[in-house]
Nanobody
Framework: QVQVVESGGGLVQAGGSLRLSCVASGSIFRITVMGWYRQAPGKQRELVALITSSGNTNYADSVKGRFTISRDNAKNTVYLQMNSLKPEDTAVYYC?????????WGQGTQVTVSS
């Protein structure tokens, strides 16, 4: 079993910042890609950012220049630093951890940006 737990969400004013964290634990042989996704009410879940085990990153166009993904391989942890937040960033943010045995989702953490 693999457990994935996100934290760091909350309510912030537009222009503010938040830092999300995601920790994976359990029967993990090797983590490959780690990523953040989000789902706003009435919309499909969408990719926010990905990071490979070697540190290569990929971002959605909507967050480029504002969000930064990073990871600590020793701690099986991935972070998402979110700056210059906008009301349209409001969503539940989910972490996905890819391993050699499959991908695992966390329960999500709510991010609300007020205007």
């Amino acid at each position: 079993q693999v457990q994935v737990v996100e934290s760091g969400g909350g309510l912030v004013q537009a222009g503010g910042s938040l830092r999300l964290s995601c920790v994976a634990s359990g029967s993990i042989f090797r983590i490959t890609v780690m990523g953040w996704y989000r789902q706003a009410p009435g919309k499909q879940r969408e990719l926010v950012a990905l990071i490979t085990s070697s540190g290569n990153t990929n971002y959605a166009d909507s967050v480029k220049g504002r969000f930064t993904i990073s990871r600590d391989n020793a701690k099986n942890t991935v972070y998402l630093q979110m700056n210059s937040l906008k009301p349209e960033d409001t969503a539940v943010y989910y972490c996905n951890v890819g391993t050699t045995t499959g991908g695992y989702w966390g329960q999500g953490t709510q991010v609300t940006v007020s205007s």
